[in-house]
């Protein structure tokens, strides 16, 4: 809108023109096509049946014309199908849920740092400081070495760990969707900082004695945003592969990446990430297409590894006594949001509706060639989901990515309960965003989901879900025995 | 009779989008870069045998065995380690010193691949670095986007832990995005990292891969663009990956653990051959159907049936087993060179001449087990002794832990002749004379050595 006017959005009047050319342009076609439909049955109907029969009469058509003419439709319709690209399924999948031994509370937390970092009173207080502004519960899980003082990270804890997360993982996965292993064909699995020889898909493999032709992949250092990249690989694979499996194990392994020195900018992985993971089973087979949850319809990757600034800003170092960790840059925030224009420039063509993007186009065009004064249109993306699941990196990550896409505290409530209440599991923790919504009843047939992941590089992806079913409460989850309990009320800081 | 034009011209159309979409999706290489490090990592067996008195951890079984295996390992005096080595600090590398060898890597090969095939950075639509024992944040495929500049869009995908059979994976996730996009460049990086993987303890079993691995690399681009196909030097025939990490022996038999003292390292069990050989022969059985010709196959079929049915009325007198001959299908054999006795096992379980093993075998010598890109080395050794012509099959083989077997098939698309590989500066002195280790007799005097009163002065020399 041109400055000198006064700001008209706020009146009630306004936004049902809105509405109305909302509804207009992204019905455009039905409005156009059923008029003519209704001329042209208008137009039969006038004919009469005598003259109808008469023009089929003089058709002269016989039986060998009508047989190949049939024959051509279907094979016609049967290459097209054949051609057209392999939709792919969620058909289910199961979150880590860690044992309640494994809780640590913030006086815990503080009690261990204090005694870990004596020497180093101001490195206890930076974290007390990060905790209680973290948006972190009481309930996050570390596993059983961190517990120790000072910790024991060897590597047959690390191993352990991979292990009960995983297992656990893909077993309930196993009971909620009822296949055999033998069955699976794709086997992926993502874990950032842990690559132990064998993988962890070798480890994988090992337990569950899957098939000798099994596909596997083991990716690792692609950060928080791993778990999206997996989805991408698979799809790709699936379209290669009719008729299969695959599954996907998303994690994130804290034992051998628990930083033991005292530089500030690295405790802070220290303050934030816990233990989860998450195992998911795609297929493309016809037979899921009823009982799949989700289909994938987009996934969206952006790299800005060729920026300087945006490659150093997750950067694992050793500090000055060289002890390794990883340190956050100060313009993480900066960053992120230029990731996620990038992001969302790619995405918003593919799923916001012919309004938004009329509007959009308009003001580019306005702002080009008439007045680049005008304010730039920011597309409103609740038009094209219902639901958001955000990557929970942090607190400031999610008050930031709700400012730019204007969201409402509702559409952000996933991500920050699966914050307060699971922590930060890295790339596994958008399953646990999903699940919640599911838990809490939201999810209904149609419903359209964005889950947007940032990982070090620095990476933004997102990928859109389409729900198959709609998905009824109880749901059995990580959130089962809780989910009456939220949404809870998270304070800016949380006084220690 | 025109009411059939237009359907039937949506019958063609489809036909020829179906064939079109085909005709799209082979796989091709269009070069490929192997890495020579600076001649100063050159590591000796007297070197070795340096930092092997370096530890002070081993005694006189560990020096016998650790000698012993160095100089019947195959291994020349050429090969080439981690700086870190050289520079006598392997005992406490640092990340640094990880990130240095990779960067030696990067910048040296990707560079010359890209001045070789005039493609610039911006270009390549899909990236696969695999390199098993390091993984950083953030992961060294970001770290080769970052210096390179490349494109916001690319595909990028960071292979860990699958050991020394990475290659064909790689391959096979290439493989499988060239099925479904038309025109994509995709840049495969292929390394191992040697500094901080490096073993300081004394359990013996996990000391040999400090003595067996080496620097090396290789940097691959592929393409399904047909337009680039007269420049291609490879199209991939086929692919097959056997895993046999269900079976618990295999899946052990190679692992990265902590030994009693904590230190950690990669041990080889005793039943790695074994494991080794039932993976390869699996491997065989799903590969040789689609490889061989019908020819063959038939031949074999046959011979097997004749002798299952004369054993089973002439109990007495086994006739000799049928071999498949797989020469009939394949002309060059691309080993993995994990070591004398793997290469001579798979000689002998293939049939194959001395001939047919020589690349694995002088790559072996003059590079040492560069892990997952040793068979771009023994391709590019084929390549500088000007074998690989027009129409030949080239069989790639690798073996890694899990325990996984993966093997593909190339076929030439031009004649190779033109120089101006790694192998380049030294290839006319291939095959040498004799490949034994000139320190054999040199340290034959450890054999006579008591363990007891075994103690090696500080200021000795070796000969």
């Not at chain 1, 023109?17 to 909302?22: S, T």
Request: proline share 5%.
């Amino acid at each position: 809108m041109p400055q000198a006017l006064p700001n008209f959005s706020s009146s009630v009047k306004l936004k049902y023109v809105k509405l109305g050319y909302q509804y207009l342009v992204d019905h455009i076609l039905t409005f156009l096509l059923i008029p003519t439909m209704v001329g042209i049955s208008v137009q039969i109907i006038l004919l009469g049946p005598e003259e109808m029969l008469k023009i089929w009469r003089s058709l002269d058509i016989d039986l060998v014309q009508i047989l190949c003419s049939s024959f051509l439709i279907i094979l016609i319709c049967t290459l097209y199908f054949m051609s057209k690209p392999r939709s792919v399924y969620l058909v289910d999948y199961a979150c880590y849920k860690p044992p309640i031994t494994y809780r640590v509370s913030f006086s815990t937390f503080m009690e261990h740092s204090r005694l870990n970092l004596k020497d180093n009173l101001k490195s206890v207080d930076f974290q007390m400081r990060i905790l209680e502004r973290s948006g972190l519960g009481e309930e996050t899980c570390l596993p059983p070495a961190i517990h120790y003082i000072p910790p024991t990270p060897t590597m047959e804890a690390a191993r352990g760990e991979a292990e009960e997360v995983i297992f656990s993982a893909i077993d309930s996965l196993m009971q909620k969707t009822g296949i055999k292993v033998k069955d699976i064909d794709i086997l992926i699995v993502n874990c950032s900082l842990f690559s132990p020889t064998p993988s962890l898909s070798a480890m994988v493999v090992n337990k569950y004695k899957l098939r000798s032709n099994i596909k596997s992949y083991n990716l690792s250092g692609m950060g928080c945003s791993a778990g999206l990249i997996s989805m991408d690989l698979a799809r790709d694979l699936l379209q290669a592969h009719p008729n299969s499996y695959a599954l996907v194990v998303s994690t994130e392994i804290i034992t051998p990446n628990y930083y033991k020195g005292s530089e500030r900018a690295m405790l802070l992985p220290n303050c934030l990430f816990r233990m989860g993971g998450a195992a998911i089973l795609l297929s493309n087979k016809s037979r899921d297409k009823h009982r799949a949850k989700y289909r994938l319809v987009h996934v969206v990757r952006t790299h800005k590894g060729s920026d300087d600034k945006a490659y150093k800003c997750v950067y694992e170092q050793e500090d000055s006594q060289g002890k390794v960790g990883i340190n956050l840059s100060k313009d993480l925030m900066v960053i992120a949001g230029e990731a996620l224009k990038s992001n969302i420039t790619t995405i918003g063509p593919l799923v916001l509706p012919a309004s938004e993007q009329l509007l959009f186009l308009i003001t580019l065009i306005g702002r080009k060639i008439f007045n680049p004064k005008w304010k730039p249109y920011i597309p409103d993306f609740k038009q094209a989901f219902e639901h958001f699941c955000i990557h929970a990196g942090g607190r400031a990550v999610i008050d930031e990515l709700q400012k730019n896409l204007q969201l409402s505290s509702e559409h952000v409530e996933a991500s920050r309960m699966t914050l307060h209440r699971f922590g930060n599991t890295s790339s596994s923790s958008l399953w646990y965003e999903l699940s919640y919504i599911e838990a809490k009843g939201r999810m209904k047939k149609g419903d359209r989901v964005w889950q947007i992941a940032f990982g070090s590089g620095f990476k933004c992806n997102s990928a859109v879900w389409k729900c198959n079913r709609t998905i009824k409460t109880p749901t059995d989850g990580p959130w089962q025995d809780c989910i009456d309990r939220y949404p809870v009320h998270i304070p800016e800081i949380v006084k220690l | 009779m025109f009411s059939y034009c237009f359907p039937l011209l949506c019958l063609f159309y489809n036909l020829w989008k179906i064939f079109d979409r085909r005709r799209h999706q082979n796989c091709y290489i269009l070069d490929y870069e192997c890495y020579k490090p600076s001649d100063d990592k050159k590591l000796s067996t007297r070197f070795c045998g340096e930092v092997i008195r370096r530890n002070k951890q081993l005694g006189l079984n560990e020096y016998k065995f650790l000698l012993k295996a160095i100089v019947s390992s195959g291994i020349g005096e050429d090969t080439y380690g981690p700086r870190m080595v050289l520079e006598g600090r392997e005992m406490s590398p640092t990340l640094e010193d990880a990130i240095i060898e990779m960067d030696d890597f990067f910048l040296d090969t990707i560079d010359k691949l890209f001045n070789k095939t005039g493609i610039s950075p911006s270009e390549i639509d899909v990236l696969v670095v695999n390199i098993s024992m390091l993984a950083i944040v953030p992961s060294l495929s970001s770290r080769i986007i970052h210096h390179y500049k490349m494109r916001e869009d690319i595909k990028v995908y960071n292979l860990t832990g699958m050991g020394c059979s990475a290659s064909p994976i790689a391959i096979n996730i290439v493989q499988n995005i060239f099925k479904t996009q038309r025109n994509v460049q995709a840049l495969i990086v292929t390394s191992e990292s040697l500094s901080l993987g490096w073993y300081t303890g004394k359990d013996r079993s996990m000391i040999l891969t400090n003595c067996l691995f080496r620097s090396g690399g290789c940097a691959i681009l592929l393409t399904n663009k047909v337009a680039l196909k007269e420049k291609a030097m490879f199209k991939l025939k086929c692919l097959v990956r056997t895993h046999h990490g269900a079976k618990d022996e295999s899946y052990d038999c190679c692992k990265q653990k902590e030994d009693d003292q904590g230190y950690e390292g990669v041990h080889l069990g005793k039943n790695l051959p074994k494991a080794a050989t039932r993976a390869f022969v699996d491997n065989l059985k799903e590969i040789a159907p689609k490889i061989l010709p019908v020819r063959e196959l038939l031949r074999f079929t046959l011979l097997t049936l004749i002798r299952k049915m004369t054993q089973k009325y002439n109990k007495t007198g086994a006739a000799a087993r049928p071999v498949i001959n797989f020469k009939t299908g394949i002309d060059h054999f691309c080993l993995h060179t994990g070591g004398k006795a793997v290469i001579d096992a798979v000689a002998q379980n293939l049939n194959l001449s001395e001939y047919d093993i020589e690349p694995a075998r002088m790559t072996l010598h003059r590079f040492g087990n560069t892990s997952a890109s040793s068979i771009w080395y023994v391709l590019a050794y084929m390549q500088a002794k000007k074998r690989l012509k027009k129409g030949n099959k080239v069989f790639m083989i690798s073996f890694g832990a899990g325990f996984k077997c993966n093997s593909c098939l190339w076929e030439v698309m031009r004649d190779l002749d033109q120089d101006g590989n790694v192998w380049k500066e030294f290839i006319n002195s291939y095959p040498p004379k004799t490949i034994d280790n000139p320190f054999f007799e040199k340290y034959g005097w450890i054999n006579e050595e008591d363990p007891d009163t075994f103690h090696i002065p500080d200021d000795y020399v070796i000969p």
